[in-house]
Antibody, heavy 122, light 112 residues
Framework: QVQLVESGGGLVKPGGSLTLSCAAS????????MSWIRQAPGKGLEWLSY????????YYADSAKGRFTVSRDNAKNSLYLQMNSLRAEDTAVYYC???????????????WGRGTLVTVSS | QSVLTQPPSVSGAPGQRVTISCTGS?????????VHWYQQLPGTAPKLLIY???NRPSGVPDRFSGSKSGTSASLAITGLQAEDEADYYC????????????FGGGTKLAVL
């Protein structure tokens, strides 16, 4: 069925690195832009980045620029989020989501994974 | 503070109608950008509820509806049910930010 499944979360020390994965199934992955969105414990949603279907262009929120890198492997139907120099404030559930476009050409998200928890703590 | 402002909580009794507001500014909702809504049931991932201000994805009951006027948008839920208890988020685009996506802070709906 159509789904997204994240993996790779866990406990990491401040300053450490982690790479998250998102496996897509049930749709033509390469046809869609894909995003990473996070949610700190008890907090709201924060968009981090999205990447074109071809993988050629990536857009980042200011909070993700410089430390986070998004990539994809369309042959493996997979999306990745590499996170470096992690801080306590990066502790969150990280979701991957499929982008859709409204009538004006701006994005929203019609399919979400269940998320993977990243905890940054010593 | 979120660019889009939502009330932290709303409540209603079963069968009642509730509305959740999402207030923006001239650089987002007021500029004409569409508003989208998500429902997040306890312990689960967000789910698209309304897109393009007032469109429901397949499978979303018609008890849920969206509207937009000026610099604000609203989500209305009629015939409130216990399973509607969840967090609700609005989302749009803001032309003044380098980010491409903005979310509201979320509203917790309690069904009394």
């Amino acid at each position: 069925q159509v789904q997204l499944v994240e993996s790779g979360g866990g406990l990491v020390k401040p300053g450490g690195s982690l790479t998250l994965s998102c496996a897509a199934s049930g749709f033509t992955f390469s046809d869609y832009y894909m995003s990473w969105i996070r949610q700190a414990p008890g907090k709201g949603l924060e968009w981090l980045s999205y990447i074109r279907g071809s993988g050629g262009t990536v857009y980042y929120a200011d909070s993700a620029k410089g430390r986070f890198t998004v990539s994809r492997d369309n042959a493996k139907n997979s999306l990745y989020l590499q996170m470096n120099s992690l801080r306590a404030e990066d502790t969150a559930v990280y979701y991957c989501a499929r982008n859709r476009w409204d009538s004006s050409g701006y994005t929203y998200f019609d399919l979400w994974g269940r998320g993977t928890l990243v905890t940054v703590s010593s | 503070q979120s660019v889009l402002t939502q009330p932290p909580s709303v409540s209603g009794a079963p069968g009642q109608r509730v509305t959740i507001s999402c207030t923006g500014s001239s650089s987002n909702i007021g500029a004409g950008y569409d508003v989208h809504w998500y429902q997040q049931l306890p312990g689960t991932a967000p789910k698209l509820l309304i897109y393009g201000n007032n469109n429901r994805p397949s499978g979303v009951p018609d008890r849920f509806s969206g509207s937009k006027s000026g610099t604000s948008a609203s989500l209305a839920i009629t015939g409130l049910q216990a399973e509607d208890e969840a967090d609700y988020y609005c989302q749009s685009y803001d032309s003044s930010l380098s980010g491409y996506v903005v979310f509201g802070g979320g509203t917790k709906l309690a069904v009394l």
